[in-house]
């Protein structure tokens, strides 16, 4: 007759094993959802050509509405029998909503997520906020999720961190700070800047050229009416939300021609010097004081003025608070409307995957 206490040790080790396979069949369904899963981030300017380039990639209509605050959308495909499903996230709202980043920017989501910054050309007083606080925004929140990555896993840690010394070994590394995630300056409004005098159209790359250098960006060119620029930008966004073969990007700095460069090809001997600057800078904070100081000298934003203008209205019209108040409840009000719709579309995707 079977030793009972045997028997009930055999037990107990068969549902240990059971429970063993259990989990790590679980890891390994998170391991391949996770692989499975992508994001891609468009921020940047105003009205200048992001909805577009999100609806020519989901290839739907494009939609007049304006983005407030997030706008939430996704794709499905299948590949090698497994289906991937790619989150799509635009900023509206310009500077303002910059921060918003950290919504779709997080510890689950760092490994696979790429970020486009549109640059809208026809506007470039506006240029040096928005790249400046944009830029501070994502250095902030990749900090901050490394930090909470480090306290758990280490090991993981160190391989981002290895990401982020990507041009270490660039004559120029010294002033180059890379976020340590796929990120694209993309030039919109092309159409308007072909307008520009030639000095100013050398002043605008140069100092474009330099930003995206330091700070490890690709540079790209966008034109919602230009089929070539679109395409680039489409095989781009597929790279990263399905892992499609990279395109090949040919460099391109011909002030008469749209801007192409690929993060970490240029120098600053390439680039040359600033303008009514004379030394190199020494380190990345010195450099990115250098483009600051040159973008606003040379095209000075507009924030004063506006201050001016602020204030005349103030002093014509008693009622501006009320009026300012009523603007804010609108804004309110738009963005929960834009929130429940991102919640419905998000509760779709998961029922469907």
């Not at 690929?262 to 800078?281: R, T």
Request: net charge neutral.
């Amino acid at each position: 007759m079977p030793d009972i206490f045997e028997l009930s040790k055999q037990k107990l080790l068969i549902n240990q094993q059971h429970t063993q396979f259990a989990d790590e069949g679980e890891q390994q369904e998170k391991s391949v959802l996770q692989a499975n899963e992508t994001c891609i981030i468009v921020c940047g300017s105003q009205d200048c050509g992001k909805t577009t380039m999100l609806c020519r990639f989901m290839e739907k209509p494009v939609e007049s509405s304006k983005t407030i605050g997030l706008d939430y959308n996704y794709l499905t495909r299948m590949k090698n029998n497994n289906k991937m499903v790619c989150s799509l996230w635009e900023i509206g709202g310009g500077v303002k909503m910059a921060k918003l980043v950290k919504t779709p920017l997080t510890s689950s989501t760092i490994e696979s997520t790429a970020v486009f910054i549109f640059v809208d050309l026809s506007t470039p007083n506006a240029i040096s906020e928005l790249l400046t606080t944009t830029i501070q925004a994502l250095d902030d929140q990749i900090t901050a999720i490394l930090k909470e990555i480090n306290n758990i896993d280490p090991a993981r840690y160190e391989k981002l961190e290895a990401k982020k010394r990507l041009f270490a070994s660039h004559k120029d590394a010294h002033v180059i700070s890379c976020l340590g995630i796929p990120c694209f300056l993309v030039l919109s409004r092309y159409d308007q800047f072909q307008n520009y005098e030639t000095e100013k159209k050398k002043h605008l790359y140069k100092l474009l050229r330099f930003f995206a250098f330091i700070n490890g960006l690709t540079i790209l060119t966008f034109g919602p009416t230009t089929e070539g620029l679109i395409s680039k930008c489409k095989a781009l966004f597929s790279h990263y939300g399905f892992y499609d073969s990279k395109p090949s990007l040919q460099q391109e700095t011909d002030v008469m021609k749209p801007m192409i460069v690929v993060a970490g090809s240029d120098s600053l001997e390439s680039i040359g010097h600033l303008p009514g600057i004379v030394n190199m800078p020494k380190n990345y904070r010195d450099a990115m004081i250098q483009w600051k100081e040159t973008m606003e000298e040379q095209f000075p934003p507009e924030d004063k003025l506006k201050k001016k203008n602020v204030n005349v209205m103030d002093k014509q019209f008693a009622e501006y608070e009320v009026d300012a108040n009523v603007e804010e409840k609108k804004r309110e009000l738009e963005l929960l409307i834009q929130e429940k719709r991102n919640r419905r579309i998000f509760n779709e995707k998961s029922k469907n995957f």
